[in-house]
């Protein structure tokens, strides 16, 4: 597995952080992808995201199945994903697809 790595500047690193606190990540769940998680239905072959954020001595990862359905938080988890791609102009390695 190859690793990539990208710098942002100051500002954008300030939007991103202010977007975590926006939609309350640190207080989502560690996983939403089946029926414990809160989903109250799933589609299969839907792609994963894995959000990982490190802050001082704190770590949170969230991981998102986008086939687990009808959870509220799916439309923040979906906004903060594409977010991150978008101020780290990442869409050249993971795409734009529409989940």
Known sequence: RGGSEWKISRQDFDFLMES?????????????????DGCKQWWTDSPTVDIVV??????????????????????????????IDVVAKTYDVVGEGEF
């Open 20 to 36: 975590l606190e926006h939609i309350g990540f640190f207080r989502l769940k560690e996983t939403y992808r089946f029926e414990p």
């Open 54 to 83: 490190t802050r001082g001595e704190i770590k949170k990862q969230v991981s998102y199945y986008y086939g687990c359905k009808g959870i509220p938080e799916a439309a923040q988890l979906d906004w903060l994903s594409r977010t």
